[in-house]
């Protein structure tokens, strides 16, 4: 079913009294929207909602008025905002929206403007896009979500502001932290969400064993995924028998942390890790063959997988693998948003940024070890690898999932092999030459099929 909105203008204006409840349109939107003149409207922001009165008056076309009262009861800022509107006539409701806000963890303190770590750029970004396709975006930190509405943040005049703002009409989830989403604030937070019928969009954390399940339940991808087990004396033994070289990887990490290789040597076994190297001491220890007992160390108790190492082209004898960002669009379809390769740092195992690695363009990367028309064709596979893999996640994932991070690596056949995979991926990996990245928009975009979801549901209950 098709939803028409009219993208419209939301014009603040004082009040001729206190208790104003006139919302004020030109004759033409009102025609537009299907509004008959003089009668009660409810108007929902998100999931606030006031009963007012419509009033048809002399002003552009493209704009609404309301008055300071109303805008307040609705817990909307004193601005102007461009919004998508429908009216849905059998309800007497009139949409005004989206209302798109992204969830995290910041210090906030009213007096000074918050910091969103390494999203902070990303979210003026969003609000950019909101604004330009119609919308309101704001952040909050779970904390400061309750009953009676949310305390945020919201863009204006080049800063954040801090105000008292409406249920949004769905969430972005970019929490920090695995363990933020395990405390019991979280899991309340959640529920309130639930009763409001608020969908959060990227619930959750995947952990990269889960993420393996789901990618093996669909034989046609399976050839393209390294062997994986949960850590064990017998796994890691069977797995070493088995392959040149494994990495041992925690189930809940991220950002190439305590990532584990073991390359064997003859009768030894070479033994490295992610962390960085000190100065004059080397990267490389040899280990026997009870090297699962010499591990323990190591592993700190976590919870670990070890996973068929594939033997990866490298750049200028570097590791490289490639960072594929997929998102869903208005239409419910995965696509890819970016792809780009990324190389490690000297004496580094990993090509994460934030263990020093960089990124450049693919094909400029690939042609180092293969020719043009065969890395073009490796690209084009990595793309249709990556969208088949977002669909199998997305399909046995509780939650909405509308954005992944997939993490490729290539063989020295060329063969593509999915090593990782992302449910929070980082900002850094897209072309930041562009005022706002494409994930930006896509978000935005999917965020607003989302809201728009719940308007079908509206008019049809």
Known sequence: MSVYLAPIKIVPI???????????????????LGINKNHELHIYFGKKMKLVKVEARNIPRDEIHLSEPILHVLSMPFININFLAKHIVSKQILYLGPIVALVTEFQSNQAEEPNFRSIHTFCK????????????????????FS?????????????????????????????????SEQTALFKKFRGSL????????????????????????ENHIQPSIPETRLLSQEALHELIDQYDSVFIKPVHGSQGRNIIKLVKEGENIIFQTSKDPLPNQPTKK????????QLKPFLHNRIYIIQQGIPLVKYQDKSMDFRVLVHRNQDNLWEVTSLVARISAEQQLVSNLAKGGKIMKPLLALTTCFNQETSLQILSVMRELSIEAAYIISRNTNGVTGELGIDIGVDDTGKPWIIEVNSKPSKNFEDTLTKIRPSAKAIIQFCTKLALDGVLEMEEY
């Open 14 to 32: 004082k009040a001729v009294n206190d208790h104003d409840e006139q919302i004020y349109l030109s004759s033409n939107l009102i025609n537009r």
């Open 125 to 144: 970004e969003l609000h950019q896009t909101a604004t330009k396709v119609g919308g309101f975006f704001y952040v909050f930190n779970y904390h400061d």
């Open 147 to 179: 009953d009676e509405g949310v305390d945020g943040y919201y863009f204006e005049n080049d800063k954040w502001v801090f105000a008292k703002l409406p249920f949004p009409d769905v969430i972005y989830n970019r929490i920090h932290s695995r363990k």
């Open 194 to 217: 639930e009763r409001f019928g608020i969908p959060l969009f990227n619930d959750r954390f995947l952990s990269k064993w889960e993420v393996y399940q789901h990618l093996m339940l």
């Open 286 to 293: 040899y280990l026997t063959k009870e090297v699962f007992y």
